[in-house]
C-alpha cells in the first residue's frame, strides 16, 4: 500500500469515528440541526474497486464516502453523499414518500407517548389496567409495514402493546389487545387499532425465565460439569485491519448499520495461488410475514434490515457467554441520531471451533487409517429485532466451503386471546391468554460472486433419472441418472424456485476456465435445503414489498448500488411498483451470462409455534453451504496435520513410524470405563 | 430389577461374549461344524418386554435368545434360535434362495483368491500388470446386488478391481477395468466381466494423502494452534450398565452386526414425569446406487447394512482423534466365521459437546438479558464400508430434540477411464484416467414411536396459503396461511414425499393427549431437509430391492421382527416380490390410526463426484431432526444455569445482583485486542 499510512483505513471499512464525525460536521455546517438516521460508509464503486486492489501501487486508492440519510424539520427527508476528504456534500438530494430506516432511539420513544396518552390510557383501562399502573404498560414499535389508510408521507410506527405485573416478568405473556399508531414527526398517536372481540389483559400466573423465576420453581438443574475450550498457544487466525487470514483464506470483515456483517473480497491461497472467490457476501434483507389474516395483524410483517437494521440491532458481546474459547471482538460505530456517536463494543465477534473429522479412511485389509479433525472460523454476530434475536454466523471450513448459519431464539411475537377462543389455524396459544400467530422467516443472502474472476454464470443442477425406459439397452437395471445443468442465461430465466426430489443446486460457475480433470467449469454451489415457498400469496402486501421471497433464488448483473433488494428506503413502501430486485430486473432482459453478477438467494423456516418455544425459545439453528465444486484439483486439506496415520507398510513393519499425533488431553470418561490408548487399540477385525 | 444379579443383562443388551459362545457351542453341537454368519440378540417380543419394563419387580424378565444365522457345508444356510438360558435350538429353518450377510472374514478371502486365479491374471496383462506384480492387484468384493445371469443359490461377491503400484498407495488412483465375480461356496472366481472398450492401467503420478506423500508435496501447515477441550470435573452423564442419563434424557444404548448403535425406551424427564419418546430409534437400512447404465456398472448399488452390516464394519475408535474431550466408550461383540470370538474396542462413543448459545433475549429497552449455553450429548460409531466410511451421529440436545447425523467422508469408488473418454454425464474424471460414478447415498432411519405411549398417529404437515384471494375479507392483505395436517390413515396412505415448498414435516403424534395450553396432540415432529427422490427408476432393480428408497416416509403398524426395510437376508434379493417393507405393507389396508406404529424414514445424498473429492473426502455432514412440537407445556430448558442474567430491576439498581457464570477460561484472541470484561460491556445501545 506505498506510502499510505498505517492508519489509513482499507477502502472496505467501515467509517470510523472520526469520519463519522466529519460527515455530521458537514451535514451541519450546510443544513443545520437535523436527525441522523444513517452515516455510513457509501462503498467504493466496483470498477474502481477492483483496479485498486489488483494494483494498489499505481492505482489511485478508492476515495472514502459517507452515505447519509437525515431527516429535517418537517419530516423532510435526504439522503445525501459527503466527501470525506474534502468535507464536502457530492449530494443532497429530497425524498417524497420514502422514509428512511427507523433508528433505535426513534423505536425508544414511542413507549413513553403511549404511556400518557389519554386515547391509550382509556383503551387500558378496558382492557383491565388501572390509570396508575401505566408505567407497567410496555410497547414494541413496529413499523406500520404499509397502510393505505395513511401512506407513506406520513413517518409511523404501530405499537404492539403488552403488560408487565411485575417490572421483571417477560411482557410477552401479557398482551394488550389494541394497537396505537405513533406519528414519528408529531411525536404523537393519531389512531388506536382496535379490534371487534375484546380480550382482556390476561390474569394467568407469570412463567419466567429470569432466574428468581426459576428458583422459585425448584431452581436450576446442578448437574452439567463444565467443558473447557482453550487455546494456550493462540488462535490460528491473523488479522490485519479489518482483513483476516485463515487456513488459506483470506477476506475483509466490514459492518454496516444494515446488514451487519459484510465480507469482501473473499480469497483462497490454493497452492500458492490467490484465487477470488465472491467480492462480497452479506445478509442483505429479510422478512418475517405473519399469517393471521385477521386486522390488525394483517399487516405484521417485518423486513427487519430494511426496517430497523441487523447493525443498528446488534447485541454487545460478552466473553464466555455469547462466545466461549479464544475471540477476537471487532466494534461498531454510528451516528446518534441528534449527530453524536455511538460505539457497539464487540459487536462482531471472531474464534474458531473444532469441527470434528475433516476427513478419514481406514483400510479393511489392514486397518491402516488416517484420522484428521478439522477446524472452522465463525464469524458472528447477534441482533435482537425486538422479541426475537438472530444469531448470524459466517463459518468458514478449511475445504473452502463457505456456511451461513442462522439460528433465532428469544421470544415469540404474541397477541391477547380469550380462554378457549378459536386462533381458526392462524395461531397457536402457547399459554394462557397467549397467541402466538404462525410467521416465517426468510432471509436473503446476497452473494456477489467471482469465481476465478468477476465473470460468472450460474446454472441450475437436478439430479434426473435417465429418459431411457428400465429394460432399454441404454438403461437396462433402470439405475442411469444424471445432474442437468440449465443455464441461467437472463435475469428474467434466473428466477428459479428450489426442487427437493431433484437435490437441486445452483451453481455458480466460471465458464472460462476449466477443471483440469473433470474438464467443468470451476464452480461454487449453493447447497441449500431450508427454502421455503413464501406463504403470502402473489399480489399480497408482502409479495410485492419483499419480491425478493417470492423465488429461492435471482440473479442480477452486478450494478453499483443494488445492495438491498427491498429497496434502499423500505419503511411503508407500498410495493406499487415493487422496490429494489423486481425494479432491477425489470423486463428480465439482461443478460447474466458470463458476466459479473449478483445470486440473491432466499432460505428460511416455516414456524408454527408450539408451547416449547415459550416464553423464550431454544435455538433452531439452519445452515447452508457454498461449496467449492470442481474448483479444485484435488482435495485441499490433504496437507492439514493428522491425529493419526499408518500405512499399510508400517502396519507390516509392526506400526513403526506411524504418526501419532493425538489428542493427549483427550481422557476417558470413567477411571473403570473401558478404553485404549488411541488408534493403537485392536483393529475392528481384530479377533479376541 | 430384585433379586436379579448385577450381571445379569439388560433385555436390550447386545449378547455378552459368554452369551455368543453359548450360541455357538449348541449349534455346532447339533450340527457339527458350520460357518457362523449371525450370532445376535433376538430382541425381546415387545409385548413381554413393555410389560416388563412397565413392571420390572413383578414380571417375569423376558428370555434371551440369540438369533443364528450359518452356512453349513454345501452352502446350506439356516435360519435360527437359541435359548440361552436353555443352551437350546427352539428354531432352526433351512433357506433356499436366500444369502445371509457377509461378514468381513469373507470379503477378505476374494483377494487372494483373485490374485491367483490364472483367467484374473490374464486380464490383469491385458490390463498392463505384469504376472510378478499381481501382489499389488487389489479388490474391493461387493455382492453383486443380484444378476440375472446366477440368481441367488449360488453365494456370490463381485470383486472390483484395483492397482497399487507401491503399497502404500491410494488403490482408487488405479482401477482395473474388468471384474471377476466370486463364488463363495466353492472359493474361486466363475466368470470375468470385460467391458467392450479396454482401459490400460493409469500411468498418472500417484497423489497420495498418505504423510510421506503430503510431506513429498511440501509438508503440513504449521499455522494451526491447538484447541484444547476438556472436563476436569468430568463428564455430566451417567451410565447404569448401558442404561444412560443425562439432561432428562434416560435410554439404552445397544448394538449389533447389522443396524449398529440402537437405542431402546428413549425417555425424557419432565419435572418428574418420565415420558416414552420412542421405543427404538436405529438407522435400519442404506442403499447406494450408482447412476452408471453402462454394463458391468448397471447393477452396482450397496445395501451395506443388510449385505455387510454397519456392526460388523464398525471401526474401533481412538481417543484424541476420533473422538476429542472425555469419552466413554463401549465395546462390540460378534462370532468369527468358524465360531470364535471377536470384539471391536470401542465401537461406540460417547461424549458431551458444548453447543453454543442455547437461549438468549436481552430486551432493547435497558439491555437486560439472558444468555445460556447449550450442551449435546453424542452417541457415535464410524464404519467403513470399503471405500466410504460413515460417521453416524446420534446428538440429544437439552431442549428434547434428537438429531441424527451422518458424515460422509473416506473415498469415493472408482473406475478406469481413457484419456478424454466421454464419461456420457453418469461419472466424473476426478483425477487423470479415474471416473467417479454418479450416486447416492440414502439411508433408512427407523423411528418405533412411543410418543407419551405406545398408541401414536402420524400427520404431514405443510405450511399452505388460505384459500382466500387477497383482495377477499378473509385474507385482505393475502397473508394468512396455517398448517395443513393431513392423516395417515393406513400403511398404504403413508407412501409420501418431501415437499420443500410447503415446509413439509411429519408429526408422529398421541391424538389421545392434548398440550395443556394449544390443545393439539403431543407431537415430535420429523423435520428433515435433505431428502432427494430417489434416482434409478420405479421398475429398475434398485427400485424392486431397496422398497423403502421409493418414499421419503413410510409408517407401518409395529410388528416384531420387522425391523430391517430391505429384508432380513439382502445379498442378492431379486425384488420379486420386493422384500421387507413393500412386502410387509402388502396391499396397504392396514390401519395406522392410533395404534404401535413405525415411521420408516429415508433421507441422504445426491453425490456428484468432483475432483475436490479425491483422493480422499472432506466429510459432507447431513443432519436431521426429532422435535418435541406441543409435547411439554412450555420451554423445558429454562433450568439450565444461564451463563449471564440481568433483569430490569437489576439494571436500575447499577446490576446489583445479576447472575454471572461467564465462562472464565474464554480470552480474548490478542493481548491488544478490543474486548471487554462479560456482558458487563457498555449495552448495545450506549453512547460513546
Ligand atoms: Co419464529
Ligand atoms: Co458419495
Redesign the interface.
Known amino acids: 500500500m506505498g506510502s499510505i499510512a498505517a492508519d489509513t483505513p482499507h477502502p472496505f471499512d467501515p467509517l470510523s469515528?472520526a469520519e463519522i464525525e466529519t460527515a455530521i460536521n458537514t451535514v451541519k455546517k450546510a443544513h443545520g440541526q437535523v436527525f441522523f438516521n444513517v452515516v455510513s460508509l457509501q462503498e467504493p464503486r466496483k470498477a474502481e474497486m477492483t483496479a485498486w486492489l489488483a494494483n494498489p501501487e499505481t492505482t489511485s486508492r478508492p476515495k472514502r464516502f459517507a452515505d447519509v440519510v437525515v431527516i429535517a424539520p418537517g419530516g423532510k427527508v435526504y439522503d445525501g453523499l459527503v466527501d470525506l476528504a474534502e468535507a464536502k456534500i457530492t449530494k443532497w438530494d429530497l425524498l417524497d414518500g420514502e422514509q428512511p430506516i427507523i433508528t433505535?432511539?426513534e423505536?425508544?420513544l414511542v413507549?413513553h407517548v403511549v404511556r400518557k396518552d389519554p386515547k391509550v390510557i382509556e383503551q387500558c383501562i378496558i382492557s383491565g389496567v388501572a390509570p396508575e399502573d401505566m408505567h407497567k404498560v410496555?410497547c414494541d414499535p413496529w413499523t406500520i409495514g404499509y397502510d393505505e389508510r395513511f401512506g407513506n408521507k406520513v413517518r409511523l410506527q404501530q405499537a404492539l402493546m403488552y403488560y408487565r405485573p411485575d417490572?421483571?416478568n417477560c411482557q410477552y405473556q401479557y398482551p394488550l389487545d389494541f394497537c396505537p399508531i405513533y406519528d414519528a414527526d408529531k411525536g404523537e398517536i393519531i389512531a388506536i387499532d382496535i379490534p371487534k372481540v375484546r380480550r382482556p389483559l390476561s390474569k394467568a400466573p407469570s412463567?419466567d425465565?429470569?432466574?428468581?423465576a426459576?428458583e422459585a420453581?425448584?431452581?436450576?438443574?446442578t448437574?452439567?460439569?463444565?467443558?473447557?475450550?482453550?487455546?494456550?498457544?493462540?488462535?490460528?487466525?491473523k488479522?490485519t485491519g479489518r482483513e483476516i487470514e485463515w487456513?488459506n483464506w483470506k477476506f475483509h470483515i466490514g459492518f454496516n448499520y444494515r446488514e451487519g456483517i459484510v465480507l469482501n473480497n473473499i480469497t483462497f491461497n490454493d497452492k500458492g495461488t490467490v484465487r477470488p472467490i465472491f467480492y462480497r457476501l452479506s445478509l442483505a434483507e429479510m422478512v418475517v410475514?405473519?399469517?393471521?389474516?385477521e386486522?390488525p395483524h394483517?399487516?405484521?410483517?417485518a423486513l427487519d434490515q430494511g426496517e430497523y437494521g441487523a447493525g443498528y440491532?446488534?447485541?454487545?458481546l460478552?466473553?464466555?457467554?455469547?462466545?466461549?474459547?479464544?475471540?477476537?471482538?471487532?466494534?461498531a460505530?454510528f451516528p446518534?441520531r441528534d449527530g453524536?456517536?455511538?460505539?457497539?463494543?464487540?459487536a462482531i465477534c471472531?474464534?474458531?471451533?473444532?469441527a470434528?473429522?475433516?476427513?478419514?479412511?481406514?483400510d479393511?485389509?489392514d486397518?491402516s487409517v488416517?484420522?484428521t479433525?478439522?477446524?472452522k472460523l465463525i464469524i458472528q454476530q447477534?441482533f435482537?429485532a425486538?422479541?426475537y434475536?438472530y444469531?448470524v454466523a459466517w463459518v468458514f471450513?478449511?475445504?473452502?466451503?463457505i456456511a451461513p448459519q442462522i439460528?433465532l431464539?428469544?421470544?415469540l411475537n404474541t397477541y391477547a386471546m380469550l380462554e378457549d377462543e378459536d386462533t381458526h389455524?392462524?395461531g397457536?396459544?402457547?399459554?394462557?391468554g397467549?397467541n402466538a400467530h404462525?410467521h416465517?422467516h426468510l432471509f436473503c443472502l446476497r452473494i456477489d460472486a467471482n469465481i476465478d474472476g468477476p465473470n460468472n454464470t450460474v446454472f441450475v443442477?437436478d439430479?434426473?433419472?435417465?429418459e431411457?425406459?428400465?429394460g432399454s439397452p441404454?438403461?437396462?437395471?433402470?439405475?442411469?441418472?444424471?445432474?442437468k445443468r440449465t443455464k441461467l442465461a437472463t435475469e428474467g430465466e434466473s428466477k428459479t424456485?428450489?426442487?427437493?426430489?431433484?437435490?437441486r443446486a445452483w451453481e455458480i460457475a466460471n465458464t472460462n476456465k476449466l477443471?483440469p480433470?473433470?474438464?467443468?467449469p470451476v464452480s461454487y454451489k449453493l447447497v441449500s435445503?431450508?427454502?421455503?415457498?413464501l406463504?403470502?400469496?402473489?399480489?399480497?402486501?408482502?409479495?410485492k414489498r419483499a419480491s425478493f421471497a417470492r423465488h429461492a433464488v435471482h440473479v442480477t448483473k452486478y450494478r453499483d448500488d443494488e445492495l438491498w433488494p427491498a429497496g434502499k428506503h423500505v419503511p411503508q413502501t407500498s410495493g406499487e411498483p415493487s422496490r429494489g430486485l423486481a425494479e432491477w430486473i425489470g423486463d428480465g432482459t439482461t443478460s447474466i451470462d458470463n458476466t459479473d453478477i449478483v445470486l440473491w438467494h432466499t432460505f428460511g423456516?416455516?414456524h408454527?409455534p408450539?408451547?416449547?418455544?415459550?416464553?423464550?425459545?431454544?435455538?433452531e439453528p439452519m445452515i447452508l453451504l457454498l461449496r467449492?465444486?470442481?474448483?479444485?484439483?484435488?482435495?485441499?486439506?490433504?496437507?492439514?496435520?493428522?491425529?493419526?496415520?499408518s500405512?499399510?507398510?508400517q502396519i507390516?513393519a509392526g506400526k513403526q513410524g506411524v504418526?501419532d499425533a493425538?489428542?493427549?488431553?483427550?481422557?476417558?470418561?470413567?477411571a473403570n470405563?473401558?478404553?485404549?490408548?488411541?488408534?493403537?487399540?485392536?483393529?475392528?477385525?481384530?479377533?479376541?
Chains 1, 2 share one sequence.
Not at 471472531?350 to 473444532?354: A, G, Q, R, S, T
Not at 424456485?497 to 437435490?503: M, Q, R
Not at 435445503?529 to 415457498?533: A, K
Not at 406463504?535 to 409479495?543: A, C, I, N, Q, T
Open positions: 469515528l433505535m432511539e423505536l425508544q413507549e410496555y417490572i421483571d412463567m425465565y429470569h432466574p428468581a426459576v420453581r425448584g431452581g436450576y438443574r448437574d452439567l460439569k463444565p467443558i473447557n475450550i482453550t487455546q494456550p498457544e493462540g488462535v490460528s487466525f488479522l487456513q410475514p405473519y399469517g393471521n389474516p386486522a394483517h399487516h405484521k410483517h440491532m446488534t447485541n454487545s460478552s466473553l464466555g457467554c455469547d462466545c466461549k474459547g479464544s475471540i477476537h471482538y471487532m466494534d460505530e446518534t453524536g456517536l455511538r460505539t457497539i463494543k464487540n471472531i474464534h474458531e471451533e473444532d470434528g473429522i475433516l476427513f478419514k479412511h481406514s479393511f485389509r486397518d488416517i484420522v479433525r478439522g477446524r447477534i435482537t425486538a422479541n434475536e444469531v471450513h478449511q475445504d473452502g466451503t439460528k431464539t428469544g421470544i389455524g392462524w397457536t396459544q402457547v399459554y394462557p397467549v404462525n416465517q443442477n439430479a434426473v433419472p435417465s431411457a425406459p428400465v441404454e438403461n437396462y437395471y433402470g439405475n442411469g441418472f444424471y445432474n424456485d428450489y426442487n427437493g426430489a431433484t437435490s477443471n480433470y473433470s474438464k467443468k435445503r431450508e427454502v421455503p415457498g406463504m403470502p400469496k402473489e399480489g399480497s402486501l408482502v409479495w423456516v416455516t408454527f408450539s408451547p416449547e418455544d415459550f416464553p423464550v425459545m431454544p435455538a467449492p465444486r470442481n474448483f479444485f484439483a484435488g482435495n485441499p486439506v490433504m496437507d492439514v496435520p493428522p491425529s493419526y496415520a500405512t499399510p507398510s507390516l504418526l493425538t489428542d493427549k488431553l483427550s481422557t476417558l470418561a470413567f470405563g473401558n478404553g485404549a490408548s488411541c488408534c493403537k487399540s485392536n483393529g475392528a477385525n481384530g479377533t479376541h
